[in-house]
C-alpha cells in the first residue's frame, strides 16, 4: 500500500515552461487535493476534487489547472511557470464524509519542490 | 471566512524543558475539526490529532497534551520534557465539519520548534 506519491521529488523549470505534476492514491479515496507550501505562509490550497470529473478552486488557483479522469490520479498542471511558482508541492487525499473514529485524516505525499528560474 | 493563527513563529527550548504552541483560530461554523500536523526537517507531514468542536475534552498522548478551548478559539499544543526529536515545524489547521469539505483545511502559518541539548 503505498499511499500518495508524488512524482517527481524535485523539478527546475525556466520561466515560460511548462510541466505536470503528479499525484496518485491508492487508498479509493474520493477527495484529493494540492497545497503549496511557502516560508512564513504555511500551506495554501490550489485546488482540490471531490471524485472524478469534479474539480473546483482553493484559496491560490491562479497559474495552475487539474484534472481528475480517474479517481487515484490528481494531476497538477502549470502552463507558463513563474518565479512566484517556486515553492513546495504537496497532493493530499482523504475519504469524503467528514471524519470519524473509524475513517482517516488526510493522507499527505512528501511533496515536490519547484524551482523557476 | 476561516483563520487560524500561530503567532510563535519560532520556539527554541533546552531538552526536557516543557514548551506549549499557540493555535487561535477563526470560524462562522458551529460544527467544525481542528487538526496538528509536524514536519520534520525531511519535510513530510505527520498526522498528530484531530478534535471535533463538539468535544472539548483535553487530550494527552505520552508527552503530548491539547487544550482545547471553544471560549477564546484556542487549540493550544503542549510537550512536555521535549527531546531533540521533537525539533519540527508544527502546523495548527481547521476545517467545516460538512461532507465534501471537511477535508479542506487550512492552515496556520507554523510553529517552527527548536530542541537543543
Known amino acids: 500500500n503505498a499511499g500518495v506519491t508524488q512524482t517527481p521529488k524535485f523539478q527546475v523549470l525556466k520561466t515560460g515552461q511548462s510541466m505536470t505534476l503528479q499525484c496518485a492514491q491508492d487508498?479509493?479515496?474520493?477527495?484529493m487535493s494540492w497545497y503549496r507550501q511557502d516560508p512564513g505562509m504555511g500551506l495554501r490550497l490550489i485546488h482540490y476534487?471531490?471524485?472524478?470529473?469534479?474539480?473546483d478552486q482553493g484559496e491560490v488557483p491562479n497559474g495552475y489547472n487539474v484534472s481528475r479522469s480517474t479517481t487515484e490520479d490528481f494531476p497538477l498542471r502549470l502552463l507558463s511557470a513563474a518565479p512566484s511558482q517556486t515553492s513546495v508541492y504537496f497532493c493530499?487525499?482523504?475519504?469524503?464524509?467528514?471524519?470519524?473514529?473509524?475513517?482517516?485524516?488526510?493522507?499527505f505525499g512528501n511533496g515536490t519542490r519547484l524551482t523557476v528560474t | 471566512a476561516q483563520k487560524v493563527t500561530q503567532a510563535q513563529t519560532e520556539i527554541s527550548v533546552v531538552e526536557k524543558e516543557d514548551v506549549t504552541l499557540d493555535c487561535v483560530y477563526e470560524?462562522?461554523?458551529?460544527?467544525?475539526?481542528l487538526f496538528w500536523y509536524k514536519q520534520p526537517p525531511s519535510g513530510e507531514l505527520v498526522f498528530l490529532i484531530r478534535?471535533?468542536?463538539?468535544?472539548?475534552q483535553n487530550e494527552i498522548s505520552g508527552r503530548y497534551s491539547w487544550n482545547f478551548q471553544k471560549s477564546t478559539s484556542s487549540f493550544n499544543f503542549t510537550i512536555t520534557a521535549s527531546q531533540v526529536v521533537d525539533s519540527a515545524v508544527y502546523f495548527c489547521?481547521?476545517?467545516?465539519?460538512?461532507?465534501?469539505?471537511?477535508?479542506?483545511?487550512?492552515f496556520g502559518t507554523g510553529t517552527r520548534l527548536q530542541v537543543t541539548l
Open positions: 476534487s471531490v471524485g472524478a470529473g469534479i474539480t
Open positions: 487508498m479509493n479515496h474520493e477527495y
Open positions: 478534535r471535533n468542536s463538539f468535544d472539548e
Open positions: 470560524t462562522r461554523d458551529t460544527t467544525y475539526y
Open positions: 493530499a487525499s482523504s475519504y469524503l464524509g467528514g471524519f470519524t473514529p473509524y475513517n482517516s485524516p488526510l493522507h
Open positions: 489547521a481547521l476545517s467545516e465539519a460538512t461532507t465534501g469539505t471537511a477535508s479542506k483545511l487550512t
